[in-house]
């Protein structure tokens, strides 16, 4: 699918991989950068690959979710948010 459709960035959630796995995969898909997230046990796991084409600065991390700013500060400037897990809802009350 990387080689198909060319993307500038790649986010995968539920890795199950570790470092080394990660750093295979890259290689693989002929990436340069890569960005990744604690694992708290064998499973979970969220990574980020982008070409170095682009500028990317990744702003904040969780095991949850990896958000990035592409191009920041320039031209074309976008946001992109990976994220992986069920969200969490606050009940509020109100009066009407």
Do not use: C
């Not at 080689?3 to 002929?30: H, M, N, Y």
Request: charged share 25%; net charge positive.
């Amino acid at each position: 699918m990387v080689r198909a459709k060319d993307p500038s960035v790649v986010f995968l959630a539920e890795t199950w991989a570790d470092e080394a796995r990660l750093k295979q995969v890259q290689r693989k898909i002929q990436f340069e950068n890569i960005f990744s997230t604690p694992r708290p046990n064998r499973g979970g796991g969220l990574v980020m690959f982008w070409r170095s084409s682009i500028d990317v600065s990744v702003v904040g991390s969780s095991m949850n979710y990896i958000d990035a700013i592409i191009n920041r500060n320039k031209e074309g400037e976008w946001r992109f948010t990976g994220f992986y897990g069920e969200p969490k809802t606050h009940k509020r009350s109100e009066s009407w």
